[in-house]
């Protein structure tokens, strides 16, 4: 009888926690009409929200806590870390880098060495700067002439970030602090100083105001850094970056339909005059590289990816170096020396070609199968590329590729031992094939599982997809995956339109009018495991973050008897209001724009938030969001978790998880946060799939 008490009171106090109050709000647009009754959610200082977020966590967490103890994720976790290997340090300048975690409960800190074989000395520790284990390091960028470091630092988890400095050779912090950076390249003018964005955003969920370039001279104090670009009246977009001698800044006008380019002589004075260059880009061209008086660029004329070249005072004139090959998309360009390394994927497969400057080719390395690769630097006079290939299951293999001879070598050094393989390589059956979508076209999935998997239907499988701003898909080592596949589990990444996997074509072909291809793609990909045997809807869950967080709320609304788990994390849940927050402005050439009566009528079929229904019993939901998200607000998650939970068909639990101190990456500041969380994330997959 106690027993069934306290099991009576924690449903009660769970049911009672999750049942937000309704004050209902109407809005109208165009033909529509909709009641919003959790607009108050969007109120994110209101103590009557923080209390409803609290009651949320004190409902989840326990349930997530109780699968990591039913399961021995969190173990095997650490221990297949352990077990891992290391990856290549990057070479930056005139030393190589390398982050190491000194405590798993503290951000790691950033060591360097001259030569790689060298005893790595601390440059950058976190908390002995905050004293904060919640503040980590995001990215670092040395001086022309690796005199000093600057650095940027995530303080609260927003996109709001901080830039501080440090001497490399006496590895002495220097006092200046930049704050309100946002979106910001960490570019130098020289050793002397830096070029960096400034938001001016007062309100959190504000509308990003992200538009004015400062320079910041190393030993001044903010207050005088100068303004070099500004795009307030605009309200347009811009990136920036410096190559050789030339600073350049790409302007992108607010509604993402033209483009002006401009650069600065960075060897004269500080008066910083933009020049443009080309002030209608016709081409629609990705800026690869500038060298020797050329741009080199890649254009939308061959959606598969070529790499075109001009010169800077004629851009009008441009020729083709490396051409567009048919079916092996062109992920990206580095130049080496006398060298173009190119990075191709077909189907699931990587490879490297190797150019000469002028476009010859002059030979291939090919990845193995399954496996992606990164470039992390060139020994001149060796000839040797430095590279690091791993997969889903398999950790860091570092060699030496010479592109002189194309011979390989395995690389090893005092601190990148080798370490047997956790799995022997033909352990997992690694596939990239094709499915059919409903209007017959050939949609890209990788599958992997235990190999001699029996495909019975009854097989616990994770499906995933981004489908967005034509992002294309890496596999990433990740040991949580690796033991729930070891367990029996099937994982698969569905390729979808609106991402770039199959170039410029593939993601125009799912965005903005087309943005529903996109979700129809994922969904027939759930179709598709489920016709060929590889699971069931009863062992079936989905899985995205940020766009792929709004894929996953538009496949469990659109077909929730498909799935019995979706797990929703950082997603874009109301599209009614998408444009009014944060970064929502630049995202109108990937959804359209709701102000637009042809784009709103689209973007309505699909928006999670408006097409729950009342009669619906959705599946097994956890919403995962961070608190301080700036990118996608976590006003998102709130109200779909909210909706969702207090209708009376819902019988499946909806959770929602708000990630304390954190922001769109989640907690990720120490070893221990990323743990905790991985062994959260598959436990309660595992547990859901095998009731």
């Known amino acids: 009888m106690r027993i069934f008490l306290l099991l009576f009171v924690f449903v009660f106090s769970s049911v009672f926690g999750q049942q937000a109050k309704k004050i209902p709000v109407t809005l109208n647009k165009f033909d529509f009409n909709y009641v919003d009754d959790y607009a108050w959610l969007e109120n994110l200082n209101d103590p009557e929200v923080k209390s409803w977020v609290t009651q949320q966590n004190e409902i989840t967490q326990p349930i997530l806590d109780e699968a990591v103890k039913s399961n021995n994720f969190l173990f095997k976790i650490k221990d297949y870390n352990y077990l891992s290997t290391n990856g290549l340090p990057s070479k930056i300048g005139k030393y190589f880098y390398t982050s190491y975690r000194l405590d798993k409960d503290k951000p790691s800190v950033l060591h360097y060495t001259e030569n790689l074989n060298d005893m790595p000395k601390e440059l950058v520790n976190p908390y002995r700067v905050y004293k904060d284990k919640n503040v980590f390091m995001l990215n670092f960028n040395p001086s022309k002439n690796s005199k000093i470091l600057a650095y940027k630092m995530s303080v609260n988890g927003s996109d709001r970030h901080q830039i501080r400095f440090v001497d490399i050779p006496n590895q002495e912090y220097l006092d200046d602090v930049i704050t309100d950076v946002k979106f910001s390249s960490l570019v130098w003018k020289g050793d002397e100083g830096i070029f960096y964005k400034r938001n001016g955003n007062k309100n959190f969920t504000a509308k990003d105001s992200t538009f004015q370039l400062f320079y910041h001279v190393v030993g001044d104090v903010q207050e005088n850094d100068k303004l070099v670009f500004d795009a307030t009246k605009s309200e347009g977009s811009f990136s920036f970056f ?12 607010k509604e993402a339909t033209s483009k002006t380019y401009y650069y600065i002589n960075q060897s004269g004075d500080n008066d910083f005059a933009l020049v443009p260059f080309l002030t209608s880009d016709e081409l629609n061209f990705d800026f690869v590289k500038y060298r020797n008086g050329f741009v080199y660029c890649k254009t939308d004329k061959y959606p598969w990816g070529s790499l075109s070249k001009f010169n800077i005072n004629n851009p009008t004139e441009i020729s083709t170096v490396i051409p567009q090959y048919y079916n092996e998309l062109l992920l990206d360009c580095k130049f080496f020396g006398k060298y173009i390394i190119a990075k191709y994927k077909v189907l699931g497969k990587y490879h490297i070609n190797v150019f000469d400057l002028n476009g010859t080719f002059i030979r291939k390395f090919e990845a193995p199968y399954g496996m992606n690769f990164s470039v992390r630097f060139y020994d001149e006079k060796k000839d040797d590329l430095y590279v690091v290939f791993y997969s889903h299951t398999i950790s860091f293999l570092n060699y030496r590729l010479n592109v002189t001879t194309g011979e390989s070598r395995v690389y090893y050094n005092d601190f990148i031992r080798p370490k047997p393989t956790l799995f022997p390589f033909d352990y997992f059956d690694y596939k990239t094939i094709t ?35 034509g992002s294309v898909s890496y596999p990433t080592y990740d040991v949580g995956l690796l033991h729930f596949l070891d367990k029996g589990g099937v994982y698969a990444y569905a390729e979808v339109r609106g991402g770039g996997d199959k170039g410029d074509n593939w993601h125009k072909s799912g965005m903005g009018q087309n943005k ?6 994922f969904i027939d990909a759930a179709e598709f495991l489920i016709s060929e045997g590889y699971t069931s809807p009863n062992k079936l869950a989905i899985n995205g973050g940020s766009h792929g967080g709004l894929l996953v709320g538009v496949a469990m609304t659109q077909r929730p008897e498909l799935f019995k788990l979706a797990i929703p994390e950082v997603g874009v849940f109301d599209m009614f209001k998408f444009e009014e927050y944060t970064v929502g402005r630049f995202h109108v050439d990937e959804f359209g724009s709701v102000d637009k009566e042809d784009d709103f009528v689209k973007i309505m079929e699909y928006s999670p938030l408006h097409n729950i229904k009342e009669d619906i019993n959705y599946p097994t939901t956890l919403i995962v969001t961070g608190e301080n998200d700036d990118r996608v607000p976590p006003i998102h998650s709130y109200k779909f978790a909210a909706k969702l939970q207090n209708r009376k068909a819902q019988k499946n639990p909806i959770y929602l998880l708000v990630n304390e101190n954190a922001g769109h990456y989640g907690k990720v500041s120490t070893y221990n946060n990323r743990v905790k969380y991985d062994a959260e994330f598959y436990s309660f997959i595992w547990e859901e799939l095998n009731k």
Do not use: W
Not at 243 to 253: A, H, R, V
Not at 516 to 521: A, G, K, L, T, V
């Open 242 to 253: 410096s190559q050789d001698d030339k600073f350049f800044l790409i302007e992108t006008n």
């Open 435 to 469: 499915y059919k979508s409903r209007d017959n076209k050939d949609v890209p999935i990788t599958i992997v599982h235990k190999k001699g998997l029996e495909l019975n239907r009854s097989n616990p499988t994770l499906l995933k997809a981004y489908g967005g701003f």
């Open 516 to 521: 529903m291809n996109c979700f129809n793609d």
